[in-house]
C-alpha cells in the first residue's frame, strides 16, 4: 500500500490523483489540503479516511472541524497547514497539485522530510528551481513530473541513460486562438479564453493555455527538470494532442510519448513509477487519426512564450517576476478588470521594472513576488 499526500485535492489534478486511487484500490491517501472547497474535502474525507487535512483559511477550518467531528480528523490551516501535509510521517509521496508560488515552501519542507515529489505545481521550478534541484539530489529525493509534456519527456528518457540529448520537443496544443491575429485578440472574452479544444483544467491554466504563458511556464520547468540549456528545448504547435512531447537524441532519433489527452495517466506513472499498471479510458486509436500537425509557434501574436525565453535567459529572480505578474494578470482578467491581451502586457512591464538578483534566496523570490503584485496593484 503506496501512502501519498495530496496539496490541492479539489482542484483539477487533485480530484483526478483521488480517481487513480479510487481505481487501483492500493493508494492510502493520508493527507489532504484544499483552498476553500470544504464542501468537496469534506466529502474526500467520508470517503477516504486520511489522518490530516488542511484548508487555507481559519474559519473554514473551524467550520469543516465542526462538519465532520464524527470523523476525528484533524483539520489545520493556512502554511502551517500545508507544511503539515507536506511533512506528515506517514506519506511517502506527496501530490502537489496546489496553483501558484504558494507550492514552494511544502515542497522544500516535504524534500527536507524526505518525501518524494509528484510535481504538478510547475511555479515551484520557474521561480525556485536554482533550490528545488540541488535539494532534492541533497536528499535523494525523485522528482516526477504529472504535467502531461513532462511527464512524456521523461517516459521517453527511460532506458536512455548516459545518451546525450540533442533536444526537447515541448508539445503545445496552441489553445482557443491558434491562427489568430492580435487584432482579433483584442476583444476577446473570459467565456472565450475558458473553451479549450482539448483538456480540461483549472480556469487559470486554462487562461495560461490560451496565452502560450503555461507553454512558456512549461520550457521554465523542463530546463530544470532534465538540466538541458534553453536552445535545447524547441516548442511545436501540435494541435491534435496526441504527442504528448517528445525527445530526440544526438544520432536523430526522436523517442515519443503519444496518447489520448486524459490527465490521469501522467498522475498514475509519477505515483507508481516505475511501474505501469491498468488504466481505464479511452485509447489511442491510430486508424481513426485522419492527420498528424505540426507548426511553430506564433511568438509574436502569442508574445507570452518570447517573454518567457527572455525571462529564464535573464535568471535570477526575473522568472519570478514573470510568474507573479502572469498570476495576478490572469486574476485581473478573470475578474474583467483588465483586456485579454493586457495579460502579456502587464508581465513585460513587471519584468522590466524589476530589479535583478543573480541567485534569490527563498525570501528574496517570495519579496519579488510582493514587489510585483505591489507594482501591479499600483497600476491596474
Not at 467565456?191 to 504563458?213: C, F, Y
Not at 491510430?286 to 498528424?292: E, H, I, V, Y
Amino acid at each position: 500500500m503506496r501512502k501519498i499526500a495530496v496539496l490541492g485535492s479539489t482542484g483539477s489534478i487533485g480530484t483526478q490523483t483521488l480517481e487513480v486511487a479510487r481505481e487501483q484500490g492500493d493508494l492510502e491517501i493520508v493527507a489532504l489540503s484544499c483552498g476553500g472547497n470544504i464542501k468537496l474535502v469534506e466529502e474526500q474525507m467520508r470517503e477516504f479516511r486520511p489522518k490530516l487535512v488542511s484548508v487555507w483559511s481559519e474559519e473554514d477550518a473551524a467550520t469543516l472541524r465542526t462538519r465532520t467531528k464524527d470523523l476525528n480528523i484533524p483539520v489545520a490551516s493556512g502554511m502551517n497547514g500545508l507544511l503539515e501535509v507536506a511533512t506528515i510521517p506517514e506519506s511517502e509521496i506527496l501530490v502537489t497539485a496546489i496553483v501558484g508560488m504558494l507550492g514552494i515552501r511544502p515542497t522544500i519542507a516535504a524534500i527536507e522530510a524526505g518525501k518524494n515529489i509528484a510535481l504538478a505545481n510547475k511555479e515551484t521550478l520557474v521561480t525556485a528551481g536554482h533550490i528545488i534541484m540541488p535539494l532534492a539530489r541533497k536528499y535523494n529525493v525523485a522528482i516526477l513530473p504529472v504535467d502531461s509534456e513532462h511527464s512524456a519527456i521523461f517516459q521517453s528518457l527511460q532506458g536512455e541513460d548516459g545518451n546525450k540529448i540533442s533536444k526537447i520537443l515541448l508539445t503545445a496544443s496552441g489553445g482557443p486562438f491558434r491562427g489568430r491575429t492580435r487584432d482579433e485578440l483584442v476583444n476577446i472574452q473570459v467565456e472565450d479564453a475558458l473553451k479549450h479544444p482539448n483538456w480540461a483544467m483549472g480556469r487559470k491554466i486554462t487562461i495560461d493555455s490560451s496565452t502560450l504563458v503555461n507553454k512558456g511556464l512549461e520550457v521554465m520547468e523542463a530546463k530544470w527538470l532534465f538540466d538541458v540549456d534553453l536552445d535545447r528545448i524547441q516548442v511545436v504547435v501540435h494541435p491534435q494532442s496526441v504527442i504528448h512531447s517528445a525527445v530526440e537524441y544526438e544520432d536523430g532519433a526522436v523517442i515519443a510519448q503519444l496518447g489520448t489527452p486524459d490527465m490521469r495517466l501522467p498522475i498514475q506513472y509519477a505515483l507508481y513509477y516505475p511501474e505501469r499498471r491498468p488504466l481505464s479510458g479511452k485509447r489511442l486509436d491510430l486508424f481513426a487519426l485522419s492527420n498528424l500537425t505540426f507548426e511553430e509557434p506564433d511568438i509574436k501574436t502569442f508574445k507570452g512564450l518570447a517573454l518567457a525565453y527572455e525571462a529564464m535567459t535573464r535568471g535570477g529572480n526575473i522568472p519570478v517576476a514573470y510568474n507573479a505578474a502572469n498570476e495576478k494578470a490572469v486574476a485581473l482578467f478573470l475578474n474583467r478588470q483588465i483586456k485579454y491581451l493586457e495579460i502579456t502586457d502587464i508581465i513585460e512591464e513587471t519584468m522590466n521594472q524589476t530589479g535583478f538578483i543573480e541567485n534569490p534566496t527563498l525570501e528574496q523570490i517570495l519579496a519579488t513576488e510582493q514587489e510585483a503584485y505591489e507594482f501591479i496593484g499600483s497600476r491596474w
